[in-house]
């Protein structure tokens, strides 16, 4: 099985708020990230900088097969749900993880593959049917695969790691995705020596 990226949405590095409890640096890398694999789709949205607010988000990523956010990502274990959120633009920026969810009540798909590359974006809060937060979020919206973080990331060397697992996804693997996020973790550690550079990201969801 291969994956081609027929009509991802991209969302790379959104001007992000200034005026709330958090403070979000830019992501140059997250860019860059962005730049080095949309060579690989067919066709693509690209939503960045101011345009990358959560209703150009919600507009969009219906008609997409994959929803690839290079941005910032905030994970609560007290509150999941309402305070797990990708960081967008605009003045609604945050899109939280209850909101992601509850879009399978629109009656429209979501992508069947998301990819958060941003921080801590596979953490939650920890319950007996697994961890609630962004990523269960989006497989409960619609979506099959969620390559998602467990802690914070080093910006260079997930930008280099997503690079790699977008270009090993266009080959044929026996198992889809988790083969080619092995092999673009292999690819990683031989330039980024600390394991907290290449081991955290992970698989949310089931192979074909």
Not at 3 to 32: C, H, K, M, Q, W
Not at 70 to 77: P, S
Not at 135 to 148: K, Y
Request: glycine share 6%.
């Amino acid at each position: 099985t291969t994956f081609t990226l027929d009509n991802p949405l991209f969302v790379s590095n959104p001007a992000y708020p200034a005026d709330g409890n958090f403070i979000f640096p830019t992501l140059p890398g997250a860019e860059r990230e962005i730049d080095s694999v949309k060579q690989y789709a067919i066709k693509y949205i690209l939503l960045k900088g101011m345009d990358a607010t959560k209703e150009a988000v919600l507009k969009n990523i219906h008609n997409a097969d994959v929803a690839y956010f290079a941005t910032h990502g905030i994970a609560d274990q007290e509150d999941p749900m309402g305070k797990s959120f990708l960081v967008l633009s605009g003045k609604s920026p945050y899109l939280t993880a209850k909101e992601i969810m509850n879009m399978r009540n629109t009656g429209n798909s979501l992508p069947e593959m998301v990819i958060l590359s941003a921080c801590q974006t596979g953490l939650g809060k920890s319950m007996e049917a697994g961890t609630a937060g962004l990523a269960r979020s989006f497989l409960l919206g619609g979506s099959s695969h969620v390559i998602m973080s467990l802690w914070s990331v080093d910006d260079d060397a997930t930008a280099y790691l997503m690079s790699r697992f977008i270009f090993h996804l266009q080959t044929l693997h026996r198992f889809m995705p988790a083969e080619p996020l092995r092999l673009a973790i292999l690819d990683t550690k031989k330039l980024f020596k600390n394991p907290a550079q290449w081991a955290s990201f992970s698989l949310f969801g089931i192979d074909y």
